[in-house]
Structure formats: structure tokens, C-alpha cells
């Protein structure tokens, strides 16, 4: 064991824990005030309630011994055997703290689907659908692409930080949301204005900070690798601010703050994938792109007509789909020697592998995530009541207000 990549790797969990609550902030000053508290009790609540479903099997069905390279086998049950000295996944940091890390990321991962069905969804069926969600679709796919001998990962798919795993994953499963439950009263006949900006940028630079823990943290070891993610980041996500902001510029004749807290997530999010495998000015581009990419997708979405309620799918899909591509472009061996060329740098079957593990995600989030939704509403209903969607679900939801003024 190193003490050098444990400490940095403990460092690197508590940030990518503190980008849930970062979530809640941002999420929260998006929605009306009388929804800011009940939006930010998804976030909250995915702490504990996926904290349990990782040690009592969750851990064990994404990382665990391979089952047909699908999903892992329940021999971890109750983190049997994961313990403080190195695992198969890293020969110099704790198995346990491993463990820990990826559950940062599992905790995450449904609180971001959670901004889709804002203001309109029970908080019971909040916590059938975070648990199912969580079993049947998330650690499937996480199996894929990182665990050993999941099929994506032998077909040579590069997911550095999680741009399959967590962001395509759950946009796929906020835009299935979105449409089965309906728009929120009201939505495209009156304006729906986020209620507390500061909030909400608070948020985005929280999750900014955690990000680095996310992306840098992957490399599991304080290595050149992970300066490598740290930088990338920084440079993707400040792109994306500039790229964002310049377009809702020209298109709408006023730069603003929304714009900027939002390019910077969409930056963020794009470059997951890649960060640990492509350089910086190819960072750059990724993020430029990303920016404007994402700004226009928001703009499309009232032409499709689905009330997702605070972009999951413009920013997480849109970006993430963006990243996992651009991984297929511009990832070099030059950068990185443990992962592959992309398109750019002389292998255009990367950009193919890239493709394929999107678009499998893709299918299986959309399909199982849909199966999910259809058992939570047939049991205990999705969509809190016409009258409780109008009082705001603080108080109908949660008994509590955001604001006593």
C-alpha cells in the first residue's frame, strides 16, 4: 500500500461526496421556492439511501467477480471480503477506500437523473425508483465499462471518469422521466424562473471543486495521470463557460450567470470521459464545443415538447454523448500510454469502440429505466396530486418551508 496515493485518494472521495450536496445547491435555486427544499432533499436523500444499497450488494453487482461480462456475482454480499489491504483494482490504495470512491459516484449518479422530475414527482416514488434505478440499471452498466471483465471494458471502451456510466446513463433515464410524468402545470404558458441565482452558482462551483476528486481521482493514485484529468478539467470547464456564454449572447443579446453556472457543467461534464486521456489544447476544443453544443440542445427542447424540468438531458446527455466521442478522437497514447489513439492520432476504430459503448448505454438506460417507471407508477403512483403540485411540494411533500420571511 502507498500512503501517498491513499491520502490523495481520500482527498479525492470527500470531494466527490461534497458534489452531491453542490447539486442539491444547484438544483435547488433553480427550481420555484416553493420546491427548493423538496429538490434538494433527492440529492440529500441518495446519500443515505445508496450508501446502504452499495454495502449491503450494490458494490458487489458493479465491481464483483464477472458474470458474463454483464454484471457482477453476489460474492461480495455485505462487503464480504473488501478490506484494507489492496484489491484487484489498485495495487497501492485500500480496497475499502476503492470501494468508497465508486460509491461516491453511484451516490451521485441518481441525484442527477432527479432534476428532470423537479416540482412534480412523490417523494415515495423518489425512493422506489432511486432504489430500483440504482439496481437493475446503474450497476449494470458500471459493470461494463469498469469492472473487470465487463464487455464494454474488453471491447476497449475508454470511460475515464464516467461520461457512459454516469451521464449519458442518467440523462437517458431523466428524459424517459420527463415524458412519463408529464409537464409540470402550467409549463410553456407561464415563466418558471429559477428562484435564488446565487444558489445555484454556489452549487455550480461546488461541484466545480468536487469535480476535480471525480476526474484527477480516477487515476487512482497521485500520478502524472491524474495531473494529467486535474488540468483537463480546468481547461474543458473554462472553455465551456466562454463557449456558452458567447452563444446566448449572440443568440439572445445578453450574457448571463445561468449561462455561465451552466457551461461550466456542461463543460465538466464533457470532459469526463476523456480527461485522463487526451492533452490539453485538445481540452480545449472539447470544451468549446461542449458549451454551445449543450446551450443549443436547451434551445431545441420545447420543439420536442418534454418538460425536463432543469436540463438534465441538454447538459448531461447532449455533453456526455459530446465527451464519449471526443474520447474517440482525440485520446493519444502520447498522454496517456494505458489508454488508446483516437481518430485524430491515427485510430479511427477507437472512435467506433466510442459509439458503441454510448449507444449500448444509451438503449439500456432508456429501456429498463421506462420498465422501472412503469412499475413505481402502477404501484404507488409517480406524480404527487394537482392541488399539491400547485401548494409546492414543501409543504405537501415535507411539511416544512424553504424561506419564513
Known sequence: MDTGDTSFMLVATALVMFMTPGLALFYGGLVRNKNVLS???????????????????????AFGPDVGGFIGNLSWFGLNGVGLD???YSDTIPDLLFCAFQLMFAIITPALISGAYAERMKFTAFLLFTLLWSTFVYMP?????????GWLGKLGALDFAGGTVIHINSACAALVAAIMIGKRKGWGQEAFHPHNLPMTVLGAGILWFGWFGFNAGSALGASK??????????????????????AEWLIQGKPTTLGAASGAVAGLVAITPAAGFVGPVSAVIIGLVAGA?????????????????????????????????????????????????????????????????????IVYSLVVSFVILKIVDVTIGLRVERDDEVQGLDITQHSEIGYNI
Not at 452498466?141 to 471483465?149: A, L, M, R
Not at 495521470?225 to 458567447?246: D, R
Open 293 to 361: 453544443l449543450c446551450y443549443s440542445a436547451i434551445m431545441l427542447k420545447t420543439r420536442f415538447g418534454y418538460d425536463d424540468a432543469l436540463d438534465v438531458v441538454a447538459v448531461h446527455g447532449v455533453g456526455g454523448l459530446w465527451g464519449a466521442l471526443a474520447t474517440g478522437l482525440f485520446a493519444s497514447v502520447a498522454w496517456n500510454p494505458g489508454g488508446a489513439n483516437g481518430l485524430f492520432f491515427g485510430n479511427p476504430q477507437q472512435f467506433f469502440i466510442q459509439a458503441i459503448g454510448a449507444g449500448s448505454a
Open 86 to 88: 489492496p484489491g484487484p
Open 39 to 61: 429538490t434538494i432533499m433527492h440529492s440529500m436523500c441518495c446519500l443515505g439511501l445508496v450508501s446502504l444499497i452499495w454495502l449491503v450488494y450494490g458494490y458487489s453487482l
Open 225 to 246: 495521470v491524474a495531473t494529467l484529468a486535474f488540468f483537463t478539467t480546468q481547461i474543458a470547464t473554462g472553455c465551456a463557460l466562454l463557449s456558452w456564454v458567447v
Open 141 to 149: 452498466i458500471c459493470h461494463w465499462v469498469w469492472g473487470q471483465g
